[in-house]
């Protein structure tokens, strides 16, 4: 059998979407070839049975132009797939749908993200099936969608060794990983480290803030983010790092001591369980969490957005020592290995794809 796949990005350096490059390595282990058509294309280690093509972004096409690429490829490469996956661009398959039909080729879509649009649900009456992470990840009903969780490479997101992170360094390390966005909630965590430092006079703790600023809306909020950390004298607490290379990510989550995400609830955060297969305590919001974490559900998991209880989770977790942070972050890696690998999410993609491509057309 041999697939085609199509995504908004192949570049294991960049911030968002080089964790994909991991995912078309594992589909490469069951398929005679993999062909794979993004939108812009960077640097990529990819084996010998993957083809990539892109549209063009890279170097500033434009959309015509796109979209000329687009249908030349589905067409040129039509012998060499079978199957179609089309990863969080539901625009391809409302652009290449009646096409793959007519060639009798099957098309999953993964799609994870809460919001709702005609071309999505045009997408979804094209597609053959539906993958998304959890039942709140994929808003439309349709008896063509499957829950099949999220997907981890744990054989990279992993302990970097059993020992202190920093050895000698009494310096409490909290990380965000995440677009600096209105809805990330970063204020949400600015304001209980004004709790932490300012109330409690727990003066050990930084906080690195680390994702992209994508819009001008987003450029505002953290502008607003910076207006609060002067008034609260918070400066020499925080930073802001910007975007990392994905490369990065595994270094970046062992050198911390707790991981907050804030998100609402929603899909399950790739963020969250990057931190988890790290062994790295997490405190989330997302009460999607709840069955992933649920013998951690009172420790981890933030009931309201409430500046007290988030900073008394946090001081929860500093007054612990090492060996105790130490072995919640094992039980935590151990559930996103056990419920969350990249390796057990792709064939559960790759079987369910082989059981719609031997139904009648």
Known sequence: MKLLILTQKVDIDDDVLGFFHDWIKEFAKYYDGVTVIALSVGKYELPRNVKVLSLGKETGRSRLKYLF????????????????????NPEYVVLGGMFWRRQKKKIGLWYTHRAVDLKLRLAARLADIIFTASKESFRLTSKKVKVVGHGINIDRFKPASPEPRVKGDKIFRIIYVGRVSRIKNQKLLIEALDVLTNKWNLKNIRLDLIGPVSNQQDENYKNDLGKMLQKMRLENYVNFLGSLPYRQMPGIYNQADLSVNLCPTGGVDKAVLEAMACGLPVIVFNKTFLDILSDYREKLILQVCDRNELAGKIKEIMGSDFKKREEIGGKLREIAGRNCSLGSLVKVL????????????
């Open 69 to 88: 690429r687009f249908y030349k490829y589905i067409w040129r490469e039509r012998k060499n797939y079978d199957q179609v996956f089309v990863h969080m």
């Open 350 to 361: 790759i079987s369910n794809l082989h059981e719609i491509n031997q139904r009648k057309n």
